[in-house]
């Protein structure tokens, strides 16, 4: 059921593992050609919604009446927004409504690099667009690794309260989370994994297992219950004595600069479909070898068997109420913040 994991060094980082995951990207497509029926949304991103990509078949088998015209409206609206005037177009009689929205869909594709545009219906029933443009193909997970740092609490409780503070401040899930869904099902499989070892006598996998439930039960309620600190202030006024901490001092005053919050507004091309987006490839985890680590990545590695999960893009919503514009820069921003992420793993296993 589960995929081999291979360990991936990423360039320029020093030599510190980052974990990929696996699947088969698309690319960057011309269009959407799935025939999907409505699904619901249950994602962070995207509560409560209704999706249907556009594709090149009938509309009019998802849509018809005031939901036709109400989708050409949109459409012509965020064509004129991103492309500029139409005006210039010129329709016969028998031209359909359908036949106008996959010509908005053509025309934002070739001069507005719109890749993909996904329908839903908002909670209040209304429709909205979501424009995604392609960045490109990402197959890592970036993990911040809890181990070392709760190995250094009585050597330096300041600075762990300081780097404690800023990690559990990310907006990244984490191996305590265990009110979603994704990680309570780990958590359930590791468990009746421990069991059938006891009764398999699978000694080594079964010390690797107890290695995450023994970090879940020690510490859990500790991270749960601790609470965030103003670690800026108090970074500030720390005076490090060891190169090591001096260093992760330097390092977190960079942090004020970086955008981690650029996690959440990528997307993957089936987020919708598989319910995992791409900050789901955010971390905070044990140990970037534990076997809940390696759980995660696995079940990563099963969804995107079945999903495009490697296929990035930056998005804009466009709805009756207002138009995003598409953000620059993302790719340049995450990167700084997975380079960050690659340095502070690497000092924090030098405590």
Same mark, same amino acid.
Request: aromatic fraction near 12%.
């Given at each position: 059921?589960?995929?081999?994991?291979?360990?991936?060094?990423?360039?320029?980082?020093?030599?510190?593992?980052?974990?990929? &995951?696996?699947?088969?990207?698309?690319?960057?497509?011309?269009?959407?050609?799935?025939?999907?029926?409505?699904?619901?949304?249950?994602?962070?991103?995207?509560?409560?919604?209704?999706?249907?990509?556009?594709?090149?078949?009938?509309?009019?088998?998802?849509?018809?009446?005031?939901?036709?015209?109400?989708?050409?409206?949109?459409?012509?609206?965020?064509?004129?927004?991103?492309?500029?005037?139409?005006?210039?177009?010129?329709?016969?009689?028998?031209?359909?409504?359908?036949?106008? @929205?996959?010509?908005?869909?053509?025309?934002?594709?070739?001069?507005?690099?719109?890749?993909? @545009?996904?329908?839903?219906?908002?909670?209040?029933?209304?429709?909205?667009?979501?424009?995604?443009?392609?960045?490109?193909?990402?197959?890592?997970?970036?993990? @911040?690794?809890?181990?070392?740092?709760?190995?250094?609490?009585?050597?330096?409780?300041?600075?762990?309260?300081?780097?404690?503070?800023?990690?559990?401040?990310?907006?990244?899930?984490?191996?305590?989370?265990?009110?979603?869904?994704?990680?309570?099902?780990?958590?359930?499989?590791?468990?009746?994994?421990?069991?059938?070892?006891?009764?398999?006598?699978?000694?080594?996998?079964?010390?690797?297992?107890?290695?995450?439930?023994?970090?879940?039960?020690?510490?859990?309620?500790?991270?749960?219950?601790?609470? @965030?600190?103003?670690?800026?202030?108090?970074?500030?006024?720390?005076?490090?004595?060891?190169?090591?901490?001096?260093?992760?001092?330097?390092?977190?005053?960079?942090?004020?600069?970086?955008?981690?919050?650029?996690?959440?507004?990528?997307?993957?091309?089936?987020?919708?479909?598989?319910?995992?987006?791409?900050?789901?490839?955010?971390?905070?985890?044990?140990?970037?070898?534990?076997?809940?680590?390696?759980?995660?990545?696995?079940?990563?590695?099963?969804?995107?068997?079945?999903?495009?999960?490697?296929?990035?893009?930056?998005?804009?919503?466009?709805?009756?109420?207002?138009?995003?514009?598409?953000?620059?820069?993302?790719?340049?921003?995450?990167?700084?913040?997975?380079? &960050?992420?690659?340095?502070?793993?690497?000092?924090?296993?030098?405590?």
């Amino acid at each position: 059921m589960y995929n081999t994991i291979k360990d991936h060094h990423l360039t320029g980082t020093h030599g510190v593992p980052q974990r990929p &995951f696996q699947g088969v990207p698309t690319g960057k497509p011309h269009h959407r050609d799935k025939a999907d029926e409505g699904i619901v949304k249950k994602d962070r991103l995207f509560p409560n919604v209704n999706v249907w990509p556009i594709a090149l078949n009938d509309l009019s088998e998802k849509y018809s009446g005031d939901g036709l015209r109400q989708l050409a409206r949109l459409m012509v609206e965020v064509t004129r927004k991103f492309t500029g005037s139409i005006d210039s177009w010129r329709f016969d009689n028998g031209d359909s409504l359908q036949g106008l @929205i996959l010509r908005c869909a053509n025309r934002l594709r070739d001069r507005a690099r719109v890749d993909l @545009i996904d329908v839903y219906h908002n909670c209040d029933g209304e429709l909205e667009l979501d424009l995604k443009r392609y960045i490109g193909n990402k197959g890592n997970i970036y993990c @911040i690794n809890l181990m070392p740092l709760y190995g250094m609490k009585r050597k330096n409780r300041n600075l762990f309260e300081i780097l404690l503070s800023f990690i559990k401040g990310l907006p990244f899930d984490s191996i305590f989370d265990t009110c979603e869904d994704r990680i309570d099902w780990i958590w359930t499989f590791l468990i009746e994994e421990m069991a059938y070892c006891r009764e398999a006598h699978n000694e080594d996998y079964g010390e690797r297992l107890k290695g995450s439930v023994d970090f879940l039960s020690r510490y859990e309620r500790k991270y749960n219950d601790f609470q @965030i600190m103003d670690w800026k202030s108090r970074l500030e006024s720390y005076r490090p004595q060891k190169d090591v901490y001096r260093k992760l001092k330097e390092l977190l005053l960079t942090s004020e600069k970086l955008d981690f919050q650029v996690v959440q507004r990528i997307s993957v091309r089936d987020g919708y479909e598989s319910m995992v987006d791409f900050y789901h490839t955010f971390l905070i985890t044990d140990d970037g070898e534990s076997e809940f680590t390696r759980s995660y990545i696995n079940m990563l590695n099963d969804c995107s068997n079945e999903y495009d999960l490697l296929s990035t893009y930056s998005h804009a919503t466009v709805s009756n109420n207002g138009m995003e514009t598409f953000e620059e820069g993302l790719e340049e921003k995450l990167k700084e913040v997975e380079n &960050f992420i690659c340095e502070l793993n690497e000092l924090m296993e030098r405590i």
